[in-house]
């Protein structure tokens, strides 16, 4: 293979590993993402429990 046969070559693959480690990267992100709303979520259902909690304390 000539060399810059191999220098195409290796920018076609260098594109391809690029890209799949930007999706794997993206993958990871959205992830994360998805974790801290579920946290959140978690986190907002518990104070609203305690708040129904301490109002139904107040009314008894």
Request: with cysteine; proline share 0%.
């Amino acid at each position: 293979m000539n060399s810059r046969a191999h220098e195409l070559a290796e920018t076609e693959l260098d594109q391809v590993c690029g890209g799949e480690l930007y999706m794997i990267r993206l993958q990871s992100l959205l992830s994360q993402r998805q974790m801290a709303i579920q946290l959140t979520t978690n986190m907002l259902r518990a104070m609203n429990e305690s708040t129904r909690t301490i109002a139904g304390n107040i009314g008894k």
